[in-house]
């Protein structure tokens, strides 16, 4: 029991159902905040194992198994899984890799793959009954993709342009007016190595953040709301009215997260391959 | 000095609510312009639909950041 326990995230609820004094407990950051399930110490640190940490090796458990399963014996005339899965290898192939970098993209297809099913299986742990926390809305998770994607990218323009190169490629970009050069440089470099990064972890952390966040107010509400109905009159009315209402929304939103959670996904990967794409040959 | 006016309250709302104005006009007119374009050459419509969906990204990201700093730097 104590391990069910632990499994509720920190969020202080003090409403009991037919508490007609209670506040609306509205949902803030508390409910991305988890108690540890066990702790690993390491010396230096001690490693706290949340419920996020289970559902990303869940997540990378349930990927690895499905594209072993698929391509472990790979026929030509596809079969069961392999179908299914050469669909999703497909649609990352014709319309992220080729479509951003043409005939260079296949080589990078694999490692595109990876990055659009890890991303989009965390993020439909939203919505998975008992899961339901999209693990990309913890800050740290966003953040190892894109530092893994920025030193890919690194290292490539480096070893295609080299190493002065690739850095004259982004300050000084050809074809400009010489006047241009002390305004556009500092812009370029930063842009190039510090906000780019930056914006692809934040886009998809604030993406899976909100939308947990909008649907967890919603859910409150209607439970909120079913606890006005203890009272008499129209009150009663109004609030049965609104929980049926805020549990309708939360049925609408939920439909409305899988089709952000899937367009993170791609957009992650798309802005990936844009970014590899722009460090294989320099801007001109 | 007396003070003239006090805002109280979740001042994040507000924040969030200037943050939407540039990306809110940002995302319409790239929709609109690439709604407009996939009507004029539909065959291009692969190509269009990545750069609508990539200039829909950079710029609802701006929003975002607004959306989550309350929440991050405390209300």
Redesign the interface.
Request: avoid cysteine; proline fraction near 0%; aromatic fraction near 14%.
């Given at each position: 029991m104590i391990f069910l326990a632990n499994f509720i995230s920190l969020a202080e609820v003090t409403c009991k159902f037919g508490d007609t004094a209670c506040p609306f407990p509205a949902p803030g950051a508390g409910i991305f905040v988890w108690k540890p399930l066990t702790s690993i110490n390491l010396g230096i640190t001690t490693i706290d194992i949340t419920k996020p940490v289970i559902l990303a090796l869940i997540s990378t458990v349930i990927v690895s198994v499905v594209f072993l399963l698929a391509f472990s014996r790979p026929k030509l005339v596809p079969t069961g899984i392999q179908n299914v899965v050469e669909v999703g290898y497909l649609f990352v192939r014709d319309n992220i890799a080729r479509e951003i970098m043409g005939k260079d993209g296949d080589r990078f297809v694999p490692f595109l793959t990876s990055i659009f099913f890890f991303v989009w299986t965390m993020n439909v742990m939203a919505i998975i009954p008992v899961a339901q926390f999209p693990v990309t809305s913890k800050f740290a998770f966003p953040v190892v993709l894109a530092v893994i994607v920025w030193l890919i990218y690194m290292f490539l323009g480096m070893k295609n342009q080299g190493v002065v190169g690739y850095f004259k490629n982004i300050a000084f970009p050809p074809g400009m007016p010489i006047g241009i050069y002390p305004l556009l440089t500092p812009i370029e470099l930063l842009s190039t190595i510090i906000i780019r990064p930056v914006t692809l972890a934040i886009r998809l952390f604030a993406n899976m953040f909100a939308g947990h966040l909008l649907i967890t107010v919603f859910t409150v509400s209607a439970w909120y709301l079913l606890n006005l109905s203890n009272f008499v009159g129209i009150v009663s009315v109004i609030g049965y009215l609104g929980s049926a209402v805020s549990f309708f929304v939360t049925i609408v939103l939920t439909g409305f997260e899988m089709f952000i959670q899937a367009l993170q996904a791609f957009i992650f990967t798309l802005l990936t391959a844009v970014f590899i794409s722009s460090s294989l040959h320099a801007e001109h | 000095m007396s003070i003239l006016a006090e805002i109280s309250g979740s001042l994040g709302s507000i924040g969030y609510g200037l943050a939407a104005i540039g990306p809110g006009v940002g995302i319409g007119i790239i929709f609109g312009n690439g709604v407009q374009a996939i009507a004029r050459q539909p065959e291009a419509y692969?190509?269009i639909r990545?750069n609508m969906?990539?200039g829909f990204?950079?710029a609802?990201?701006l929003a975002?950041?607004g959306?989550?700093a309350p929440?991050v730097f405390g209300?």
């Open positions: - | 692969g190509v990545q969906i990539l990204a950079l609802e990201a975002l950041i959306f989550v929440f209300a």
